[in-house]
């Protein structure tokens, strides 16, 4: 089936009965399926995907079933058969200007990468179902390690008193499952820190505010 442009000065790139409505001038649809520019969303764009829409000016959807209410707004959503509107959610998001992804998947930016494999060497994601960021930790980019106390233990500290923030652990990073270390947390002034015996498999740290 066509798709129908009911403003003179919009466009839509292809596709399947993707509409524009009146009044969303200067808008347009890159192309997919059942993508929709309201009235009253000038300037805006649907990028692509389906089941998406902008009722907004200046706002951008793209995705599945994305939905940009809000002036200035990006909307991106991912393939959950779901709609995403966050302006109406009561949860943060979807207001003036602001950017929002649904990624039940995790986001993932990698600022450095392995020169021969292109594997992430530095950067920062919140995995599926996480709600806190962590960082790419490139083992080969380190250097100058050395035993550090005559009792085999290593000593993971961070500044004191970095109040609200607390130490978590998780043996693989691939999950969600951070926990409470068992170490007991000491604090000289300078430096809050634990002592860490050495363990069967991995181990990973990072603080988290709470």
């Given at each position: 089936?066509?798709?129908?442009?009911?403003?003179?000065?919009?466009?839509?790139?292809?596709?399947?009965?993707?509409?524009?409505?009146?009044?969303?001038?200067?808008?347009?649809?890159?192309?997919?399926?059942?993508?929709?520019?309201?009235?009253?969303?000038?300037?805006?764009?649907?990028?692509?995907?389906?089941?998406?829409?902008?009722?907004?000016?200046?706002?951008?959807?793209?995705?599945?079933?994305?939905?940009?209410?809000?002036?200035?707004?990006?909307?991106?959503?991912?393939?959950?058969?779901?709609?995403?509107?966050?302006?109406?959610?009561?949860?943060?998001g979807g207001i003036?200007?602001?950017?929002?992804?649904?990624?039940?998947?995790?986001?993932?930016?990698?600022?450095?990468?392995?020169?021969?494999?292109?594997?992430?060497?530095?950067?920062?994601?919140?995995?599926?179902?996480?709600?806190?960021?962590?960082?790419y930790c490139d083992?080969?980019?380190?250097?100058?390690?050395s035993d550090v106390?005559?009792?085999?233990?290593?000593?993971?500290?961070?500044?004191?008193?970095?109040?609200?923030?607390?130490?978590?652990?998780?043996?693989?990073?691939?999950?969600?499952?951070?926990?409470?270390?068992?170490?007991?947390?000491?604090?000289?002034?300078?430096?809050?820190?634990?002592?860490?015996?050495?363990?069967?498999?991995?181990?990973?740290?990072?603080?988290?505010?709470?």
């Amino acid at each position: 089936m066509f798709s129908t442009v009911r403003s003179g000065t919009s466009a839509i790139g292809g596709g399947e009965q993707n509409l524009i409505r009146e009044t969303a001038d200067h808008s347009v649809i890159a192309g997919g399926y059942q993508n929709a520019a309201l009235p009253g969303a000038t300037y805006s764009a649907v990028l692509g995907g389906k089941l998406n829409s902008v009722s907004a000016s200046c706002a951008i959807a793209a995705g599945q079933r994305a939905k940009a209410q809000a002036l200035g707004s990006f909307v991106w959503a991912d393939s959950t058969a779901l709609d995403y509107a966050p302006l109406g959610y009561s949860a943060a998001g979807g207001i003036n200007n602001s950017f929002n992804l649904r990624a039940s998947g995790g986001v993932y930016f990698a600022t450095a990468v392995n020169s021969s494999t292109g594997e992430p060497t530095a950067g920062t994601y919140v995995s599926s179902g996480g709600s806190g960021w962590n960082t790419y930790c490139d083992r080969d980019a380190k250097t100058n390690f050395s035993d550090v106390d005559a009792t085999d233990t290593v000593m993971v500290y961070w500044p004191s008193p970095s109040t609200g923030f607390n130490p978590q652990v998780n043996t693989n990073l691939a999950t969600t499952n951070w926990v409470t270390p068992a170490e007991t947390v000491q604090d000289n002034g300078s430096i809050k820190y634990m002592l860490v015996s050495p363990p069967a498999g991995n181990r990973f740290y990072r603080l988290k505010n709470q």
